[in-house]
C-alpha cells in the first residue's frame, strides 16, 4: 500500500464519518500531485462539509483539505449522500474491523 487519498463526511455535527470514497495512485508522487491541485478547493473548516486526508501507507496523517460539497463532487465525481447513508457506511466499516480484530 502506498500514500493514499481519503474523505471524510464531516456533516453538521463535525463528528466525521468515514465515506468509502478515496484513492490511490501508482506512486506517493503522483498522489501527492493529485493531493496538490486539489488544495484550491480549500476552505474554512468550520464551513466544509467534507475533508480530504493525505495518509503515508502507514495511516499517519500527512496534511488536510476542508471542502464543500460541491468541491467534493468535483474532485471525486461521486454524488453528495446523507449524513444518515454516511453513518450507517462508517458503522459497517468499523464492525468490520472490529469483527477482524477478534478473529485475529
Known amino acids: 500500500m502506498a500514500r493514499y487519498i481519503e474523505m471524510i463526511y464531516l456533516g453538521k455535527s463535525g463528528d466525521g464519518h468515514k465515506t468509502g470514497v478515496g484513492v490511490e495512485f501508482e ?3 503522483a498522489t501527492t500531485k493529485a493531493f496538490e491541485q486539489s488544495r ?3 476552505m474554512d473548516i468550520n464551513e466544509a462539509l467534507f475533508i480530504m486526508d493525505l495518509h503515508e501507507d502507514d495511516e499517519t496523517m500527512v496534511d488536510s483539505i476542508a471542502v464543500s460539497a460541491k468541491s467534493f463532487t468535483e474532485i471525486t465525481g461521486e454524488p453528495v449522500l446523507s449524513e ?3 453513518a450507517e457506511f462508517d458503522n459497517n466499516y468499523w464492525a468490520g474491523a472490529r469483527a477482524l480484530f477478534k478473529a485475529a
Open 40 to 42: 484550491c478547493h480549500d
Open 84 to 86: 444518515a447513508e454516511y
Open 27 to 29: 506512486t506517493n508522487d
